[in-house]
């Protein structure tokens, strides 16, 4: 009878043997995931007390998992194939944030200058050997699924983060500085866009540093997303988040990706601040027939820029696309078209945040036609709409908001304590309005705001 060893079992099983294997060995209990440096502890053989732990910091998880299974890349072939997997699938890329150390010594009274010697740590050091060693193997370069970086933004380090997606073409998913499209050339991110398998692309902003933002050579502009060979239509998934002092995201940068995304299925676009309706309009009317999430929650200053775009109008276009289902958005003005086409596939909850009421609409009609809507679709569908300092539950028929001035007014409706305060789940960043929140009947509601007792009007 032939002898049956593990490496006559089917590959998938294979596979699933080793993960349960790499998983228990990155676990708490059999690795070291806090290290002054230190692999091992010296110890009398005869001691069975477990490993103490070196605590510096926690060591990152890729390094955790390239540990794992360094012992099954020296089985054969096939097992460092898979163990390469993974421990590279995820790359975190991460610019080194130490420091400089001083080392102070004693002068004579002769020395002219009291030079202090520095230890510097070039913080780009491990960021240029993952680039040189993807460079140098792309084999191991063909098993990254995904890459994010951190840490790297400036004019003339941008070019380490090209140089490592360079050979990474089976890359999915990619969570990019959004300097990339200031100052990458249009050959760089046409090699990116190229990688068939990149479906999700996440552009991070953040704040820099002062000395970064001063620098003159900060705002070069390549004007890269006007290049007409850029071909965004393989992405599936678009996210924008964070907003920048330095060279911003901003509608153009959004209409110019639209020209060719026209195949998003997720429009993820939060944080930012000169990022309007206006921009959002231009991406869901490209994928408007695979768009099937969208997230908009700008900043107040993103809102309040917003309120002065003109011709733009989201409700149709939005209730028009057949195949969305989850809606999460923050516009200037909301009409009864957007609840008009009963044919949509939204389902759970819709939050919508806007400014102001359509010149010429009734609130109250507007709700309505909403409730018309939930009524005709029926399920777990239900729709939030946070107008100024308030948040209408539609389906419960319920307004949320701070109403502590109007419970000590005799002859008050009921109020009972709210759950979904003081922000609710579409506030705009920034929102001042502090506070317990409490709810009332939107019957109520509306008789104390003819009333004058609260503040509230199309």
């Given at each position: 009878m032939p002898t049956t060893t593990i490496e006559d079992l089917p590959y998938e099983i294979l596979s699933q043997i080793l993960k349960y294997a790499a998983d228990e060995n990155v676990s708490d209990s059999n690795s070291i995931v806090y290290t002054y440096g230190i692999s091992s502890a010296s110890r009398p053989l005869h001691q069975k007390s477990a490993l103490q732990k070196y605590i510096r910091g926690r060591v990152p998880t890729d390094v955790l998992r390239w540990n794992a299974v360094s012992a099954f890349r020296h089985v054969n072939s096939?097992?460092?194939?898979?163990?390469?997997?993974?421990?590279?699938?995820?790359?975190?890329?991460?610019?080194?944030?130490?420091?400089?150390?001083?080392?102070?010594?004693?002068?004579?009274a002769a020395t002219e200058a009291d030079h202090l010697p520095v230890v510097f740590q070039d913080p780009y050091k491990a960021v240029k050997a993952t680039a040189k060693l993807l460079r140098d193997f792309p084999q191991i370069a063909s098993h990254v699924r995904r890459v994010w970086f951190n840490g790297i933004y400036r004019?003339?380090?941008?070019?380490?983060?090209?140089?490592?997606?360079?050979?990474?073409?089976?890359?999915?998913?990619?969570?990019?500085?959004?300097?990339?499209?200031?100052?990458?050339?249009?050959?760089?991110?046409?090699?990116?866009?190229?990688?068939?398998?990149?479906?999700?692309?996440?552009?991070?902003?953040?704040?820099?540093?002062?000395?970064?933002?001063?620098?003159?050579?900060?705002?070069?502009?390549?004007?890269?997303?006007?290049?007409?060979?850029?071909?965004?239509?393989?992405?599936?998934?678009?996210?924008?988040?964070?907003?920048?002092?330095?060279?911003?995201?901003?509608?153009?940068?959004?209409?110019?990706?639209?020209?060719?995304?026209?195949?998003?299925?997720?429009?993820?676009?939060?944080?930012?601040d000169n990022v309007t309706v206006r921009g959002v309009a231009a991406l869901v009317e490209a994928s408007s027939k695979t768009l099937r999430l969208l997230d908009f929650a700008p900043t107040k200053a993103s809102t309040e820029k917003a309120n002065g775009v003109n011709g733009v109008h989201l409700c149709a276009l939005l209730a028009g696309c057949p195949n969305l289902e989850d809606l999460a958005v923050t516009l200037p003005t909301i009409c009864k078209e957007m609840f008009a086409n009963e044919e949509v596939q939204w389902h759970e909850t819709i939050r919508l945040k806007v400014g102001s009421i359509e010149?010429?609409?009734?609130?109250?009609?507007?709700?309505?036609?909403?409730?018309?809507?939930?009524?005709?679709?029926?399920?777990?569908?239900?729709?939030?709409?946070?107008?100024?300092?308030?948040?209408?539950?539609?389906k419960a028929k319920m307004v949320h908001g701070n109403f502590k001035a109007l419970s000590k007014i005799e002859g008050a409706p009921v109020l009972t304590p709210s759950v979904k305060g003081p922000y609710g789940y579409t506030g705009i960043h920034g929102d001042s309005e502090k506070g317990e929140w409490l709810c009332l009947y939107e019957g109520d509601f509306f008789e104390v705001a003819k009333a004058g007792v609260v503040r509230f009007g199309n």
């Open positions: 096939r097992w460092h194939n898979w163990a390469l997997s993974f421990a590279v699938k995820e790359l975190y890329i991460r610019r080194w944030r130490g420091g400089e150390t001083w080392l102070r010594r004693a002068f004579n004019f003339d380090t941008i070019c380490h983060v090209f140089s490592i997606l360079e050979n990474c073409v089976n890359v999915r998913q990619l969570s990019i500085p959004w300097t990339t499209l200031r100052y990458g050339n249009a050959e760089q991110w046409k090699r990116v866009l190229s990688f068939e398998r990149l479906t999700s692309l996440e552009l991070l902003s953040v704040g820099l540093r002062d000395e970064i933002v001063r620098d003159p050579h900060s705002y070069l502009d390549t004007g890269v997303l006007a290049a007409p060979e850029l071909d965004f239509s393989n992405l599936k998934r678009l996210k924008v988040f964070g907003d920048a002092n330095l060279l911003p995201m901003n509608d153009e940068d959004l209409i110019r990706i639209a020209r060719t995304a026209t195949n998003l299925k997720e429009i993820l676009i939060a944080n930012v010149s010429g609409q009734n609130f109250g009609e507007i709700l309505d036609a909403a409730r018309r809507l939930i009524e005709k679709r029926g399920g777990d569908l239900a729709i939030e709409i946070a107008v100024g300092a308030y948040l209408f539950d539609v």
